[in-house]
């Protein structure tokens, strides 16, 4: 098992930037064992796939429309998984989520374990 907390949402202005943070915590495995993806979801749409990031934190891996304005990054000695987010758009408006998989993969169903999301609201 893998708990997920997802923290560091809000609302910001077109333009700003955020960080977000996910704190893990496993039962069984180290938590330096799982793959860790962002994934959001905007009111009406389905799941779609951010960013993602090795266990080792060597291999990333992201959405096209988020390279270059998105930095997914991790701290093992700390657990914790990061989103930074800049030149954020009114359209990056979702709920965001953190999830562990045992790959670096873009696929919502890969994932086996999720936090319970974090609002961000992007204002024009």
């Known amino acids: 098992q893998v708990q997920l907390v997802e923290s560091g949402g809000g609302l910001v202005q077109a333009g700003g930037s955020l960080r977000l943070s996910c704190a893990a915590s496993?039962?069984?495995?180290?938590?330096?064992?799982?793959?860790m993806g962002w994934f959001r979801q905007a009111p009406g749409k389905e799941r779609e796939f951010v960013a993602a990031i090795s266990g080792s934190g060597i291999r990333t891996r992201y959405a096209d429309s988020m390279k270059g304005r998105f930095t997914i990054s991790r701290d093992n000695a700390k657990n914790t998984v990061y989103l930074q987010m800049t030149s954020l758009k009114p359209e990056d408006t979702a709920v965001y989520y953190c999830a562990a998989s045992m790959a670096v993969t873009n696929r919502v169903y890969d994932y086996d374990y999720w936090g319970q999301g974090t609002q961000i609201t992007v204002s024009s």
């Open positions: 496993a039962s069984a495995r180290t938590v330096s064992t799982y793959a």
